[in-house]
């Protein structure tokens, strides 16, 4: 039959069966090289700028839909039997990139470079957006999906941070301290990679803490477990301790607001999204089990405060999976080319999802042509979560907690096993670095300048001189006043601290002085015992204890002309503690006394037609003050306690005052009250606002300088703590209540107008009003001369109507300088009035 075959078709036999042996030869090889070469890329895609990974970058092989996303770390692989040439990778915000590929398995990393995207390649669809639908059902879900909604939760959470130099110029490693570290530079550029930019490492931190939260009464609390610190110009880490957990890195978008270096930002998935974003429904696909929808989406205007980037939705349940969001440079902030948030989420089995990888950039711009930026890079991780098991709410009392062994046990293999993700080599290399640069004696005393600039003291070791900022002033009573103070640190005593200052004005000729010793009984419960001696000159109706957390403006009232200044003497003994959680308590005791450098008189015994008048007063109070802060957060920063502001709730600070007659010589007794309420307003689309109701009380019968005298201003430098409009002494109370009101709204209409909107001014309001009133028989005290016979010093007080002042003005205009236009509204017929002026400040605000 076989023979038949061949006969028939005439085919030569060797030839034939040779033949079909090398076709099916080849025919096997090619399967077997398809089957043995398929193509599998792995790598990594982090920014050429900051070395950062990039997640969610789509890297595909050119040419086809093969591809896949990269997860939260950058890190992806992808695989194919076709035949490509290339790999790309491409994600919004960066320009899209592509290298070759071989056959057999390869690593491909990507660095991308930033690239603005207009809002002009945002599509107009006809019909409603299809994304519209997608977001509308996800404020609808907010109440299942939002973390806030469980009883309570806690977990696990690592913490990283980073701060580099960036974008070193030329010029700037020609500077003699960048000479000095040349070396490092050299090595620094490889830090983010073979074409990335180079950086210089300062500081870096881990921390590893446990999260807890309540929802009802909301409550949260932090304690940081173990720390890593190691940084340029750090010696004492006990600060920065308390600023590298979780805390600060609480970034929930389904609030309507989020709060990034103290600027108000609206969410996408806020419940007014439409006014302030364009959306673009991109892609639908499977991120692990979830089928989410993906989201691009631009701000209206790109000077608010509003996010760029890319959101992945559930299909089913409409929640937030992961979002990548950024602030490019024509945002309405100063010093800041680029916000960088991503975040990644996971459903818990009750229902709501929480953030399991947070990462932030902040990217500072040069100051100056030649000078370097900033770039602060922070990420969290978290684990171990437990779901709805509250704890009672005395646990929660401290916002931040510090273990007593977190700085111990720094060695790398015990941070090995803390670690949720190992250290990249990069950041391996960071620590070295680090390690180097701050021992080269030049950064040391750099590093010692920048301090002291910051800090208004210079460190000696256990003592630090300063402030610097007082060292000199001009006033007209003093003439040039010199000043040299001194205080301890840490490095001294744990508990106690000893400080004061020495001056001299070269025109009164006087000395001053002011010494104090403060021993701390407890930092638990902040409880702190001090003890104060003073000499010195001040103006009538400044309150440097009340205003200690002000130091700028108390500096500033040195200066110029000292109207209603005096001499005084002073001793003061004083204890506080915090009882419990935002309350503090505050007992005094003060004696002081009054002589006067301006025309001032006031008469004995009113009803004796023969009462001398005087001048000088002598007075001894107590005084008991009781301050309630209920979401007010204190970090620890050496023997200081430094406050990180309030929340949502308002501070309540109550005082009761009363004077001994005859006490070391004091002249009066007398009852005092006093309420103060501050509160902050968050109010959206227009911006913050900060309101201040006090109301005072005095019972008894007193000279005016024992009173309530309202702080006017008579300089052209704007002040908050004053009545811009008002003069000097030109109100006097003893029963008054007043309202002021601050309001930044931000970039609010000057972002709508074309060119305007280019030079990132920001408006602002104010309104100030007080209501008060002074006694008949506190008035019968003032006199109308000296006791030498002399016209005294005109002293007014209300009539019945109260006082109003209301402003409006420019802020950041170059950045820095504030103008306010501020009209006077009552009593315009007093002496010397001015009903309308222009005040101005510098101020640096971000």
């Given at each position: 039959m076989a023979a038949d075959f061949w006969a028939l078709t005439g085919l030569d036999r060797t030839y034939s069966v040779r033949y079909f042996i090398a076709h099916a030869a080849a025919f096997l090889l090619t399967i077997a090289a398809c089957s043995g070469q398929e193509l599998v890329v792995t790598g990594k895609v982090t920014d050429a700028k900051t070395g950062d990974p990039i997640p969610f970058v789509n890297v595909t092989f050119k040419g086809t839909s093969t591809g896949a996303t990269t997860d939260f770390d950058g890190n992806y692989t992808i695989r194919t039997l076709k035949r490509v040439d290339s790999v790309l990778a491409s994600y919004i915000g960066y320009k899209p990139r592509a290298k070759p590929v071989r056959p057999g398995k390869q690593t491909v990393n990507f660095q991308l470079e930033e690239e603005v995207t207009s809002l002009e390649e945002v599509v107009v669809h006809a019909g409603e957006n299809p994304a519209f639908e997608i977001l509308r059902n996800v404020v609808r879900n907010k109440d299942r999906n939002d973390k806030r909604n469980l009883t309570a939760y806690e977990y696990e959470a690592y913490t990283k941070t980073e701060v580099d130099i960036d974008n070193i110029s030329g010029k700037f490693r020609e500077r003699k301290v960048m000479k000095k570290i040349a070396q490092v530079l050299d090595s620094v550029d490889r830090i983010v990679g073979e074409d990335g930019k180079p950086v210089l490492p300062l500081f870096i931190t881990e921390a590893v803490s446990r999260v807890y939260y309540k929802s009802s009464p909301e409550l949260r609390s932090e304690e940081i477990q173990k720390t890593k610190i190691n940084g340029v110009g750090l010696e004492d880490g006990s600060m920065i301790t308390q600023l590298v957990g979780s805390s600060f890195q609480e970034y929930n978008f389904y609030q309507n607001w989020l709060t990034i270096i103290n600027k108000n930002f609206v969410s996408p998935i806020a419940d007014g999204w439409r006014l302030y974003y364009e959306y673009d429904l991109l892609d639908s696909l499977y991120i692990g089990d979830d089928f989410c929808?993906?989201?691009?989406?631009?701000?209206k205007s790109p000077t608010e405060l509003a996010f760029t980037g890319s959101m992945w939705i559930t299909k089913n349940e409409y929640a937030l999976k992961q979002i990548d969001v950024t602030v490019g440079e024509k945002a309405n902030i100063n010093f800041i080319d680029r916000i960088k948030l991503q975040q990644q989420l996971v459903k818990m089995p009750e229902g709501p999802w929480l953030p399991v990888k947070n990462r932030v950039l902040i990217?500072?711009?040069?100051i100056g042509k030649n000078a370097a930026g900033l770039l602060a890079k922070f990420y969290s991780s978290n684990r171990r979560f437990v779901i709805n098991k509250p704890r009672e709410n005395a646990f929660y009392e401290r916002r931040i907690k510090v273990a007593e062994d977190v700085n111990m046990f720094q060695e790398e293999q015990y941070w090995d096993s803390l670690r949720h993700e190992p250290l990249t080599q990069t950041e391996k290399n960071v620590y070295q670095m680090i390690d180097t640069i701050k021992n080269i004696p030049i950064v040391k005393t750099y590093t010692e300048v920048f301090k002291a600039l910051v800090d208004g003291y210079y460190d000696l070791g256990k003592v630090e001189m300063g402030p610097y900022l007082r060292t000199y002033a001009w006033n007209t009573v003093e003439g040039s006043r010199l000043q040299f103070g001194f205080k301890t640190n840490?490095?001294?005593?744990?508990?106690?601290?000893?400080?004061?200052?020495?001056?001299?004005?070269?025109?009164?000729?006087?000395?001053?002085?002011?010494?104090?010793?403060?021993?701390?009984?407890?930092?638990?419960?902040?409880?702190?015992v001090t003890f104060r001696v003073a000499s010195d000159l001040i103006r009538l109706g400044i309150d440097e204890e009340a205003l200690s957390s002000n130091p700028l403006f108390l500096t500033a009232v040195r200066w110029g002309n000292y109207r209603r200044a005096y001499?005084?003497?002073?001793?003061?003994?004083?204890?506080?503690?915090?009882?419990?959680?935002?309350?503090?308590?505050?007992?005094?005791?003060?004696?002081?006394?009054?002589?006067?450098?301006?025309?001032?008189g006031y008469i004995e015994n009113p009803s004796d037609i023969n009462s001398p008048v005087l001048e000088r007063l002598t007075s001894s109070e107590v005084a008991i003050e009781s301050r309630y802060a209920?979401?007010?957060?204190?970090i620890q920063n050496g023997n200081e306690r430094i406050s990180l502001g309030l929340k949502k709730w308002p501070v309540f600070t109550f005082r009761y005052t009363h004077g001994f007659e005859g006490v070391f010589?004091?002249?009066?007794?007398?009852?005092?009250?006093?309420?103060?309420?501050?509160?902050?307003?968050?109010?959206?689309?227009?911006?913050?606002?900060?309101?201040?109701?006090?109301?005072?009380?005095?019972f008894n019968t007193l000279p005016y300088p024992l009173l309530t005298v309202h702080l006017g201003n008579q300089s052209p430098i704007y002040s908050q703590f004053t009545y811009n409009?008002?003069?000097f002494g030109e109100f006097v109370s003893d029963k008054s209540v007043s309202l002021r009101y601050r309001q930044y709204l931000e970039g609010l209409l000057i972002n709508r107008i074309p060119l305007l909107n280019k030079l990132q001014w920001r408006l602002v309001a104010t309104t100030n009003v007080v209501y008060g009133s002074l006694s008949d028989a506190n008035r019968d005290l003032i006199s109308e001369v000296t006791p030498s016979g002399e016209k005294t010093l005109y002293t007014g007080y209300f009539t019945g109507s109260p006082y109003v002042e209301v402003g409006y003005g420019v802020e950041n205009i170059f950045r820095l300088l504030r103008i306010d236009f501020i009209h006077r509204l009552t009593y315009l017929n007093n002496p010397n009035v001015r009903p309308f002026g222009v005040t101005f400040t510098i101020q640096f605000k971000l």
């Open positions: 929808y993906r989201l691009d989406f631009f701000p990217d500072v711009s040069e840490r490095q001294y005593s744990k508990k106690m601290i000893y400080g004061g200052y020495a001056a001299y004005g070269f025109q009164d000729q006087k000395f001053k002085f002011m010494t104090y010793a403060q021993r701390i009984l407890a930092r638990d419960r902040w409880t702190t001499y005084y003497h002073e001793g003061y003994a004083g204890i506080q503690r915090e009882l419990f959680k935002g309350f503090t308590q505050k007992v005094s005791f003060r004696y002081w006394t009054f002589d006067p450098t301006y025309k001032f209920r979401d007010e957060t204190f010589g004091s002249n009066y007794a007398y009852d005092k009250l006093r309420l103060n309420i501050d509160k902050r307003i968050r109010l959206g689309p227009l911006g913050v606002g900060y309101v201040t109701l006090t109301g005072e009380y005095i409009m008002m003069n």
